[in-house]
């Protein structure tokens, strides 16, 4: 049987794969431009970030936004053997390709996690189980292995188990509430910038909705489906996402909130909160 992976960052035992593996543009995230497979100028030898206290204040928010839902230390210490780029040069870009990969999979594995707490169906918590089964398997390979996972069609089928465990869970919150469609709020909406505070949002269907900089604060998104929402800025002071669905560390981390914010227990406050 396949292990279940640690779907959490540990940063202390990875080469360092977010800040070479991945390219950045200068823009409000980044204060520099940062070309794929290239190692940032502000990483230390030891793969250690050198402004990691001052990441935000120096332009680098995107950095405490980023979550690799725990391949970083997958790829480096199972799939390479703890064996660095560093150390072995000519590893580095399939290490860097393997590390794309699995974090793709890993945040399959962080849906399909919670798709299988939430549904009341038993019959779709087996098939998240057996999909989870399958795509840690793939994570866990080699490298061949995991370069050879059909990423494209792995996303179609957790995307559909997802969607139906979402109409399943909003379906007893009054997902269907005509209400909260007419007002605006369904999914892929634009509602950047949209005042939404201490709305009742429960079941709302939110998925890919753009909420940059919204005024969520002292809202209710009981089973709201937040599934690729972007929550960059946005307001949520107050705001009860505790059990908000499909939630992830990213979207929590790129919005602003406060002690009094209600998040799920397998997510954690950004240190800005
Ligand atoms: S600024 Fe620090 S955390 Fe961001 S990519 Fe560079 S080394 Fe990594």
């Known amino acids: 049987m396949t292990i279940s992976p640690n779907l959490s960052p540990d940063c202390g035992n990875c080469f ?12 409000a995230d980044f204060a520099i431009d940062k ?6 100028p502000n990483m230390a030898g030891d793969f250690s970030c050198t402004i990691h206290q001052s990441l935000r204040p120096r332009g680098f928010s995107g950095c405490t936004v980023f979550d690799c839902f725990g391949a970083g230390q997958v790829v480096s210490q199972q799939t390479f053997s703890g064996i660095s780029w ?24 962080w849906y399909l996690a919670e798709a299988g707490e939430r549904t009341f169906d038993p019959d779709l918590a087996a098939a998240a189980d057996q999909l989870s089964e ?20 792995l996303h179609g089928e957790v995307r559909a188990l997802l969607m139906e465990v979402s109409d399943e869970v909003r379906a007893s919150y009054g997902a269907e509430d005509q209400q909260t469609v007419d007002g605006g709020v369904r999914a892929g909406a634009d509602l950047v910038g949209a005042n939404l505070a201490n709305r009742r949002l429960c079941g709302a269907d939110l ?4 909420l940059i900089g919204a005024n969520l604060r002292g809202s209710d998104l009981t089973a709201a489906d937040l599934l690729g929402a972007d929550l960059r800025g946005a307001q949520l002071q107050g705001a ?15 919005a602003e909130g406060a002690p009094t914010t209600l998040i799920p227990t397998r997510l954690t406050s950004p240190a800005h909160w």
């Open 134 to 153: 399958g795509i840690a398997a793939a994570a866990q390979g080699d490298a061949a292995t995991v370069l050879a996972a059909d990423v494209v069609s």
């Open 207 to 210: 998925r890919s909705a753009y």
């Open 35 to 40: 070309p794929a497979a290239s190692p940032c």
């Open 16 to 27: 360092a794969l977010c800040c070479t593996a991945l390219g950045f543009s200068r823009s």
């Open 86 to 109: 560093t150390q072995d040069p000519s590893s580095m870009s399939s290490m860097f390709a393997v590390f794309k990969i699995v974090r793709q999979l890993h945040e399959m594995l």
């Open 240 to 254: 009860d996402l505790s059990k908000a669905l499909y939630l992830t560390q990213p979207q929590i981390n790129a």
